[in-house]
């Protein structure tokens, strides 16, 4: 659905699976094999999987200036769970956050999430305002103020709704 290029860095790993769950059309890509293997998830791991990615939906549409779609467990109480490590490069002092365990997709969102509050890319993640999409996006903007996942989509039929209503 969108036209947009992916967030950028560890960033888009975040943005890939809130955009796992289409919500017009209800395909979900954490439903079949093929689409849990980016995230190396094995079948039993889908639930907190879903819960993780609501959540991340919901601060997505908070990051826009939307209320959240529905009720999710806080990201901050699912982000706590995941174990981080700090190595510190002994030569040059240069210091890198990466999940402690490298297949839990937890503590990879949550590495994600802290490289983007450091680089300060995280605010610009942001989830569509149109309730049918609240798909994930990264809004290179200069302002930091889009809307929409896509002009040509969302973000028409939005404009159109509003030129009809008038």
């Known amino acids: 659905m969108n036209d947009r290029a992916p967030a950028p860095g560890a960033l888009a790993l975040v943005q890939a699976l809130v955009n796992t769950l289409d919500i017009e059309s209800g395909a979900d890509l954490l439903d079949t094999a ?30 826009a200036g939307h209320p959240p779609h529905r009720d999710v467990t806080p990201l901050g109480r699912l982000l706590a769970r ?3 490590v700090v190595s510190v490069d002994g030569h040059d002092g240069a210091a890198t956050l990466t999940a402690a365990e490298p ?46 996942c896509t002009m040509s989509v969302c973000g028409a039929r939005a404009k159109m709704r509003r030129y009809r209503a008038k």
């Open 34 to 63: 093929e689409g849990r293997k980016p995230f190396g998830l094995a079948a039993p791991d889908v639930p907190a999987a879903r819960e993780l990615r609501e959540s991340l939906r919901a601060v997505c549409l908070a990051h």
């Open 82 to 84: 995941a174990p981080l």
């Open 103 to 148: 297949a839990p997709l937890l503590s990879r969102v949550a590495a994600a999430i802290a490289q983007a509050l450091v680089d300060g890319t995280w605010p610009r993640l942001k989830a569509c305002e149109a309730p049918a999409c609240h798909w994930a996006y990264y809004d290179r903007s200069p302002a930091c103020r889009g809307r929409w």
